[in-house]
């Protein structure tokens, strides 16, 4: 990803659009616009050549003509054979989507004019021209068709801006990234396809969180899966006739590489769409447990997507192997990884199976940042025999009539339930901070605790083991 944040497929195709479709590109977007080299050469040949005959179609021959005569007279006939190449890759380009490219290519236009008011801006700084600014400010805002910066809100736009609204009341916030985080195999899959099927069919989800709206569609991408497996799946949850019909577009590892969340034909198809990615984790960049690229990858697609009208993302993430040992639920430990990916969602259900031959899966909260009223309470949900009866789950016990994850899972034996639980918040309180410094003294952890020193230094003992093994 370059400094503009735009991918080079999406620049490449917004060259392809100014090069085929000028009636729809050519007012928008200008030759200066394009960094690389070699695009810029085509772009400015194409311009010129229009500025002296504006009726004149451009086909790849016309094309590479023009680049000759172009760069001849810069003197660059070194760059012809590359610009041949891109011209072949220009008339060869397939289309997807061009009214999403075209809100694309204002956006895209936008981000430039105003990256080069800032080294404009930055210039007459050096030089002491501060009086200046303004004017040149007015002058780019005037050329994007602003009457004022895009960076901020007017008061219009608070006064027309809706409340806060959900797509499944209590459960599904719209306009937000909603996270479902639990154990490999331990049902994350069945779920996202219960709520699908709540939000497609419009009954309410577990039978329990009332639907408000049914989706007009449901876009499932699942990259770690193959067809026939997915659609198994859907058959047992009676979801297939929503593949059939287009209201629920799949993407599977059978349909080819994962695509890029901010790939045109995706952003298209997600504008008033439920976006489901499962796992989302699978759409980020770099190393799975990296902050760093969690945050500026998974999170900023993430973000494209709602920004580009998703009605929700709902993305199934993995726990770390410990939690099949907690008894308890946080947002940390639902979800693996650091704590900068639990910063995304502004809902997260963490997801525990307590029973395996009856897939009977313990729910709970963990984060509900936006929620108006206190989250649900905890709650089950049985899969068998009811998703093949029924076709979906059968809520086992309501919210309100559910205890905690410490006293609804298997006991594992030894201490009281409630030494158990202390025991682990500190261990999980220990990992925090020795997350943050290796070196902190078992002296003061004990003190931040109100333990023995002896008790830290077990902490810690088992904190390795975990480690290593």
């Not at 999403?100 to 800032?118: C, G, H, S």
């Not at 600014?133 to 068709?145: E, I, M, P, V, W």
């Not at 410990?322 to 969602?345: C, Q, Y």
């Not at 997260?348 to 108006?372: M, S, Y």
Request: overall charge positive.
């Amino acid at each position: 990803m370059n400094e503009y944040d735009f991918h080079r497929e999406t620049e490449f195709e917004l060259l392809c659009a100014y090069v085929r479709v000028p009636e729809r590109f050519q007012p928008v977007v200008e030759p200066r616009f394009f960094n690389r080299a070699v695009e810029l050469d085509v772009a400015r040949a194409v311009a010129e050549n229009r500025a002296k005959h504006p009726k004149d179609v451009i086909d790849e021959h016309t094309l590479v003509t023009l680049l000759k005569q172009n760069l001849s007279a810069l003197k660059q006939r070194d760059r012809l054979s590359s610009c041949r190449k891109l011209a072949h890759k220009i008339f060869k380009h397939h289309f997807r989507n061009l009214d999403t490219l075209q809100d694309i290519a204002r956006r895209w236009v936008t981000e430039r004019r105003y990256r080069q008011w800032l080294v404009e801006a930055e210039k007459r700084v050096n030089q002491g021209d501060y009086e200046s600014l303004a004017k040149l400010l007015a002058q780019t805002q005037a050329k994007s068709g602003q009457r004022e910066s895009t960076i901020l809100h007017t008061t219009e736009d608070f006064m027309k801006s809706s409340k806060l609204t959900f797509s499944i009341e209590g459960f599904l916030q719209n306009g937000a990234a909603t996270m479902i985080g639990g154990l490999s195999g331990h049902g994350k899959t069945w779920v996202m396809l219960s709520i699908a099927k709540a939000l497609l069919t419009g009954e309410p989800l577990f039978g329990f969180f009332k639907v408000a709206k049914k989706a007009k569609r449901v876009v499932y991408l699942i990259p770690e899966s193959t067809l026939p497996p997915f659609k198994h799946r859907l058959e047992r949850m009676g979801l297939l006739k929503y593949a059939l019909n287009g209201k629920l577009l799949a993407h599977t590892m059978s349909a080819g590489p994962k695509p890029k969340l901010d790939d045109p034909q995706i952003l298209a198809v997600a504008k008033r769409a439920h976006v489901f990615l499962d796992t989302a984790i699978r759409f980020g960049t770099g190393k799975e447990n990296s902050a760093e690229d969690n945050q500026s990858g998974l999170a900023t697609d993430i973000f494209t997507l709602l920004s580009a009208g998703a009605k929700t993302v709902v993305g199934a993430h993995h726990s770390a192997k410990k939690f099949d040992k907690e008894s308890f639920m946080t947002l940390e430990n639902v979800l693996r990884g650091t704590g900068d990916i639990g910063a995304v969602p502004a809902t997260v259900w963490g997801v525990k199976q307590l029973d395996a031959t009856k897939n009977i899966l313990h729910i709970e909260n963990v984060k509900a940042r936006d929620f108006v009223d206190l989250p649900c309470k905890p709650f089950q949900v049985q899969g068998r025999p009811y998703i093949d009866l029924e076709g979906n789950f059968r809520m086992l016990k309501k919210p309100g009539t559910c205890g905690s994850l410490l006293y609804e899972q298997p006991k594992r034996g030894g201490a009281a339930p409630e030494l158990r639980e202390q025991k682990d918040r500190n261990l999980e309180a220990v990992r925090g901070m020795l997350a943050k410094d290796p070196k902190r003294r078992s002296k003061d952890i004990a003190k931040r605790l109100g333990v023995a020193e002896a008790t830290v230094r077990g902490y810690k003992r088992q904190l390795a083991l975990e480690a290593n093994g």
